[in-house]
């Protein structure tokens, strides 16, 4: 049997319901659930088939307000009201308060209130339709957006044009079966998780580049040109924890890219104008806490945003840091030194990993010979560090395996393989 919650509302205790209304209730083929007062909240998530407020001794100007928390209560409930004859400039005050229909308490037989109940569940009806075809719109509008965004990356990524894109976004759309919007903010969320991932790489790569700038001055290897250097990566971290900071992070990734800025904030300080083997020192253990808050905050974009394939980018990134990590070892230390053997197993371990890795496509298989190649250069001229000239091509060769590994970086950011994954 259909129920009828029945809200008295301020009902007087010297007040009784009306006899039409009595009787109308008794013969409405409802069940009546009765609740008194105006404190709705154990109505609040509860199914009603209709909900009937009776505002017999309430004051008129504060029946709109009852209403609307009423209707607050029951959202999704046609709602209806006796009271007795209220001023007509209320009635905008009741529709806004969410009411589908009323009438006079005093004049209630058994036909009127069958007859209010009906127009109170028509126009609830009527107004549930109309706020599903504006989700719709709303939804088809947004849809549009972001399919108009996700086609826009795709043909700047690979070149392809409109009519490519869309067709490569649906595809996907049929393949998951799901909404081709959804495919496409997932595109365009994807981008922008691949760009911080790659951001927070190279906070890694630039806290070694740091270091091994400082081993050059110690070294006294070409000093001129590390100072440029400098001032360019502590610009470049800062124009990265700015980008990510403007990303609105929060739970792991905000907390680590907070302790990433304060291990910056520890490595510029520890800066000073003349590089003493005890400044080094300080140099590089604030780098190497950069460098640990970087990798944190890495690992927690790459969990943040749920794709297995962006992992790709960073461990691409990590090589660049390792090119870095092994030319402040090289200048600081003996070639063979177990920390620098150790920083070289690791660099050839993850070259083997990404020259086997499913995604891949012409461009990154020519960027990878590069690497590849420079990699070689670069373990061969470890071996000719004893000489002034050595060290300046040694440093050399690290900085274009970097450069070398941006590009690849660039190209796994790009790559469709990885922005449809």
Not at 15 to 25: E, F, K, S, T
Not at 365 to 383: H, I, K, N, P, S
């Amino acid at each position: 049997m259909p129920s009828l919650h029945l809200v008295l509302l301020d009902l007087l205790d010297a007040i009784a319901l009306p006899r039409g209304v009595q009787r109308a209730l008794s013969q409405c083929g409802m069940e009546v659930v009765y609740h008194q007062g105006d404190d709705f909240r154990a109505m609040e998530g509860g199914s009603f088939d209709h909900v009937l407020a009776c505002a017999v001794g309430a004051e008129g100007s504060g029946v709109p307000k009852a209403m609307a928390a009423l209707s607050d209560a029951a959202p999704s409930s046609p709602l209806s009201l006796l009271s007795p004859p209220l001023d007509a400039t209320l009635h905008a005050a009741l529709v806004d308060a969410g009411v589908h229909a009323w009438g006079d308490v005093e004049k209630t037989e058994e036909v009127e209130l069958a007859a209010l109940l009906s127009q109170a569940r028509a126009r609830c009806g009527r107004e549930a339709a109309w706020r599903l075809e504006l989700v719709q719109l709303r939804t088809q509008l947004d849809d549009r957006k972001w399919v108009d965004k996700a086609k826009g990356l795709l043909m700047l990524a690979r070149g392809m044009d409109e009519d490519e894109a869309f067709a490569l976004l649906r595809r996907a759309s049929m393949h998951a079966n799901i909404r081709l919007g959804e495919v496409s903010r997932s595109v365009v969320d994807a981008v922008r998780w691949a760009e911080a991932i790659n951001r927070a790489g190279q906070l890694r790569m630039l806290s070694q580049r740091l270091a091994r700038l400082a081993a050059q001055a110690l070294v006294a290897v070409d000093v001129t040109r590390s100072r440029a250097q400098r001032r360019q990566s502590a610009d470049r971290i800062q124009e990265n924890l700015a980008y990510l900071a403007g990303l609105g992070l929060t739970g792991a990734p905000a907390a680590a890219l907070e302790r990433t800025s304060a291990a910056w904030l520890s490595l510029s300080a520890a800066w000073t104008a003349r590089v003493t083997p005890d400044a080094m020192a300080a140099i590089d253990a604030a780098a190497e806490a950069l460098l640990a808050s970087a990798e944190t905050l890495t690992e927690s974009l790459e969990g943040a945003s749920g794709r297995r394939a962006l992992k790709i980018i960073s461990l691409c990134g990590r090589q660049r840091m390792l090119s870095e990590r092994l030319a402040k070892e090289a200048l600081l230390g003996e070639p063979n030194a177990p920390q620098m053997v150790a920083s070289a197993s690791e660099f050839e371990k993850a070259l083997l990993e990404l020259e086997s890795a499913p995604l891949t496509s012409p461009e990154i298989r020519a960027v990878l010979a590069t690497a590849r190649d420079e990699w070689l250069r670069f373990a061969r001229g470890v071996q000719g560090m004893n000489k002034p000239q050595g060290r300046v091509a040694l440093v050399r060769s690290a900085e274009a395996l970097v450069t070398t590994f941006d590009e690849l970086a660039a190209q796994y950011e790009h790559s469709v393989q990885v922005i449809m994954a």
